[in-house]
C-alpha cells in the first residue's frame, strides 16, 4: 500500500509577515483618523456659539499682547504665487507627510513608532473632546479680524465658502490646530530617532505649519498655543521608547606610524639593543665584584 504527501503551500516569510503588519498598522491609523473626522462632525451646526467663541479668542489674544495674525498674511499676500504655495501647504502636506512619518518609524524605528502613534492618538484625542466642547470659527470667519480667506480666493481650498454646506469638514474645529500639533510631534518624532547633528532642522516644519496656518487665517495663535500644551501632555502621558545602549563593542582606533617599514624594522632593532645594553649591564657587575674581592 503506496501512501502520498501533499505539499503544503510555502510558508510565510519574513517579508509578507511584515508587510501585513504594515497593512494592519495602517488600517489602524487611518480607522482612528476616520474616528476623529466622524467625530468632528458633530458641533458643525453650532453656529453662534462658535462665532462668540471666536471673538473672546480674539479678545484674548489682544489682552495677551500677541502679535496679530494679519501681520503674517500681509507677509504672504506679496505675490500670487506665494499666497498659492501656502494654501497647497495647508490642503497637501498635512496628513501625507504624517502617514509618510509613520511608515519611516514603522520601518526603522519600531520601538519609536509605537511611541509616536500612541502620542498621536493621545493628541488627536484630546482634541476631539475639545473641537465638541468649544467650537470655534476661525480668524477668516471673523468680520473682527479683517482677514481674507485666502484658500477661497487664490485656492486651492479645502473648504467649501458656506460652512453649513460642507458636508466633509467641519470647519468650526480650530481650536486645537492639529496642523500645527501633528507637525510638531513628526519634528520632535525624527529628533528622538535619529541622531544626525542636523536633525533640528525637523523643527523647520511646525515652524512652517505655523506660519501658514496663521497666514492662510484658518487657526489663532493660541489655536497652535493649545496644541502645544496637549502634545505636551500627551508625551508625559505616553512612556517614552526604551533605547538600547552599550551594546555594540567599543572599537578605538590608534594612530597608524606614517613609515610602516620603518616602524617594523625599529621594533626588530628594539630587543637587540636592549640585549646589549643588557651584557653591559652584567660585565659591569662582574668587574665589580672581581674588585670587591
Not at 83 to 93: E, G, I
Amino acid at each position: 500500500m503506496s501512501s502520498h504527501t501533499t505539499p503544503g503551500g510555502p510558508a510565510d516569510g519574513p517579508a509578507t509577515g511584515q508587510r501585513r503588519r504594515l497593512i494592519r498598522e495602517l488600517l489602524l491609523v487611518a480607522g482612528l483618523f476616520a474616528v476623529y473626522k466622524a467625530g468632528r462632525m458633530l458641533s458643525t451646526d453650532r453656529t453662534d456659539e462658535a462665532f462668540r467663541n471666536a471673538g473672546r479668542i480674539w479678545d484674548a489674544e489682544r489682552s495677551l499682547h500677541l502679535p496679530g495674525e494679519g501681520a503674517v498674511q500681509r507677509l504672504l499676500l506679496h505675490g500670487d504665487a506665494l499666497v498659492h504655495t501656502a494654501n497647497t501647504y495647508y490642503a497637501a502636506v498635512h496628513f501625507p507627510a504624517t502617514a509618510a512619518f509613520l511608515i519611516w518609524l514603522y520601518l526603522r524605528r519600531p520601538g519609536h513608532y509605537l511611541w509616536a502613534r500612541r502620542v498621536l492618538a493621545v493628541l488627536t484625542g484630546a482634541a476631539l473632546a475639545l473641537h465638541l466642547a468649544f467650537p470655534l470659527a476661525p480668524p477668516r470667519m471673523l468680520g473682527a479680524a479683517h482677514l481674507m480667506d485666502t484658500g477661497q480666493v487664490y485656492g486651492p481650498s479645502v473648504y467649501r465658502a458656506a460652512p453649513a454646506a460642507d458636508t466633509m469638514a467641519n470647519q468650526f474645529a480650530a481650536m486645537p490646530s492639529l496642523h500645527f500639533g501633528w507637525a510638531l510631534m513628526l519634528a520632535l518624532g525624527m529628533i528622538a530617532a535619529t541622531r544626525s547633528r542636523r536633525r533640528v532642522l525637523w523643527l523647520l516644519h511646525p515652524l512652517l505649519t505655523l506660519l501658514v496656518v496663521v497666514g492662510t487665517a484658518n487657526h489663532y495663535w493660541l489655536d497652535a498655543i493649545v496644541a502645544t500644551v496637549l502634545l505636551g501632555g500627551a508625551l508625559l502621558v505616553v512612556p517614552r521608547p526604551q533605547v538600547r545602549t552599550g551594546s555594540l563593542p567599543v572599537v578605538r582606533h590608534l594612530p597608524r606610524p606614517r613609515n610602516a617599514a620603518g616602524a617594523d624594522a625599529a621594533s626588530r632593532e628594539a630587543p637587540a639593543e636592549v640585549a646589549g645594553v643588557g651584557s653591559q649591564v652584567v660585565g659591569a657587575g662582574s668587574e665589580a665584584v672581581g674588585v670587591a674581592r
